[in-house]
């Protein structure tokens, strides 16, 4: 069961509960997978809203592994969506972006 406090949020996928986070290991992981230098450049990238399947799929990767699952990037590739398919994928990602970044500013300078 995930722990909001810790970060954590929940996904099924192929018909099974997933607990995802991003630990520092994981952040690390997706600076070097995105190509940027630090934190910030990573959290202004996500706040694009604009990410590709290739994105979220680097993002779901780490996030399982953030989250304890030993699941190589191939594996979780194959891994089938469940109802709500990729909306239902980019929302928990969206909701897991924000317990690691916080929420965008309403109004943005």
């Not at 909001?4 to 997978?33: F, I, S």
């Not at 190509?35 to 990573?42: E, K, N, S, Y």
């Not at 990767?61 to 590739?77: I, P, S």
């Amino acid at each position: 069961m995930p722990n909001p406090r810790r970060g954590e949020v929940a996904l099924d996928l192929a018909g099974r509960r997933y607990t995802l986070c991003l630990t520092l290991g994981a952040l690390a992981e997706l600076e070097d997978a995105f190509g940027v230098a630090d934190l910030p450049a990573l959290a202004e990238r996500f706040a694009t809203g604009r990410l590709s399947s290739r994105d979220l799929l680097a993002l779901l990767a780490v996030a399982l592994r953030g989250g304890g699952q030993a699941l190589d990037d191939n594996e979780v590739a194959a891994l089938p969506l469940d109802a709500g398919g990729v909306e239902a994928l980019a929302n928990a990602l969206g909701d897991l972006l924000t317990a690691t970044f916080g929420s965008a500013p309403a109004n943005p300078p």
